[in-house]
């Protein structure tokens, strides 16, 4: 065969070959396109300790279609909006230190920070590396950590460019330029406060997926860096590692998450006043049903006699006698005191705490401005509704341990563990 025979012959197949790897290419190609629009949803990556990358594509062994790309996508969004469980712990009688607290996360690698509750504020808060004044244990005896921005892969600080520190800063008197690190200062209700400079990071949670069930979830928060809270808040008796604000302010948690949509702009708490601890979600709660009234700012009914405080739309919040009376050194105290804060009428503000919500069920509804509460055993639990499926998940009661050992302590109490337990068996012997 000559070689113009040969490679007429050749063509052909040649030919074919190369609209076949065409079609490989172009097949690939799509593929390709489709990995990478689906790439942070559909992989989980493990590095090793050489820092090399493992990729396991999710759905490995099954059919690459679009459809399966979107039903993926669709499930990963209705798991946006679903309600939050918040462990708690603490309580709230005046004859010791009353304070509720919740532990959240913070931070890529996530830690551990264990943080006051509080509705009445509209930041979150805690201390920082470069805090001189704070302890290491506080509130009886929780080891406390302070926050490293530096430590965490998605902490940065915030700058006064920022929209964030722009709204913040609207109503302040002090200047905020560009590039400058963006201040707060938070002052509460008894005196006490904390100051220091805002940053942002991941903040993890426990999203409800089922009856009495949590999965891992985080989303992204600006909060503040304490560089130095006040005596009152630094006191090792009463010591957390912050606050967390759930006020109506667009720099609240709540706030800040619902507006990117990870959660509903509601929550609701019940107090255990006996065993301490109790409920805390974020979400719409179904059951039970509770009356609600509008959120007046700027204004509380004055017209309440001394143990029942009515509102609008017939709800009343009566306060029984063991909510408000306590013991001290024989003695039975009545629970109220001057609030010493002034409205911008210059009327009194009456402040209602943990004494007189303990034992109830109250429900905050921001995107309504509406409150709502009923007489509830705070040791049981609720029901949260996914606004988005329409499925409906039991929220339980927690009561966060009063005293966590540290890594040291727990390794020197096992160690003491076994030494009694082969001292019995050796004696035995």
């Not at 965490?152 to 800063?169: A, D, P, R």
Request: charged share 15%; hydrophobic share 40%.
């Amino acid at each position: 065969m000559s070689n113009r025979a040969a490679i007429a012959a050749a063509a052909p197949a040649a030919e074919a070959e190369r609209v076949e790897k065409m079609g490989r290419n172009n097949t690939s190609s799509i593929f390709c396109l489709l990995f990478l629009v689906n790439f942070l949803n559909l992989i989980s990556t493990k590095v090793n300790a050489g820092g090399v990358f493992q990729v396991d594509y999710k759905f490995a062994g099954t059919e690459r279609s679009l459809s399966a790309l979107r039903e993926h996508d669709s499930i990963r969004h209705l798991q946006i909006i679903a309600g939050v469980d918040l462990p708690i712990g603490g309580t709230g009688r005046p004859d010791a230190v009353g304070l509720y607290y919740a532990k959240i996360g913070i931070g890529t690698p996530s830690k551990d920070y264990y943080v006051q509750v509080d509705t009445g504020s509209d930041i979150m808060w805690v201390n920082c590396i470069n805090c001189q004044q704070c302890p290491t244990r506080g509130y009886r005896g929780l080891e406390l950590t302070q926050y490293n921005p530096k430590d965490s892969l998605t902490g940065q600080l915030i700058t006064c460019e920022w929209e964030f520190c722009k709204e913040i800063m609207r109503d302040s008197s002090s200047g905020c330029t560009s590039n400058e690190t963006c201040l707060y200062t938070e002052v509460y209700g008894d005196g006490s406060f904390s100051m220091g400079y805002f940053v942002e990071d991941f903040v993890q949670y426990d999203r409800v997926s089922g009856d009495l069930q949590t999965q891992s979830a985080n989303g992204s928060v600006i909060f503040g860096c304490g560089a130095g809270p006040s005596a009152d808040l630094s006191s090792s008796d009463d010591a957390l590692d912050g606050v967390l604000g759930f006020g109506k302010a667009n720099s609240s948690l709540i706030s800040q998450l619902a507006s990117a949509g990870r959660v509903k702009n509601m929550f609701a708490h019940c107090l255990d006043g006996v065993n301490g601890g109790g409920i805390f979600a974020i979400g719409h709660v179904v059951q039970p049903k509770v009356n609600m009234t509008a959120l007046v700012p700027n204004h509380v009914d004055d017209g309440f006699p001394p143990v029942t405080f009515h509102f609008g739309n017939s709800l009343n919040l009566t306060v029984y006698p063991h909510d408000y009376l306590f013991p001290f050194d024989g003695l039975m105290c009545v629970g109220w005191q001057n609030s010493g804060v002034l409205s911008g009428e210059k009327t009194n503000i009456t402040l209602l705490g943990d004494l007189v919500l303990s034992n109830k069920l109250v429900l905050y509804d921001l995107e309504n401005q509406t409150i709502g509460w009923t007489t509830y055993n705070c040791s049981s639990s609720i029901k949260l509704k996914d606004e988005i499926t329409g499925s409906v998940h039991l929220v339980g009661a927690h009561s966060i341990p009063s005293c966590a050992f540290s890594q040291s302590a727990q390794k020197a109490f096992i160690f003491l563990l076994l030494m009694t337990l082969l001292q019995a068996i050796f004696t035995g012997l």
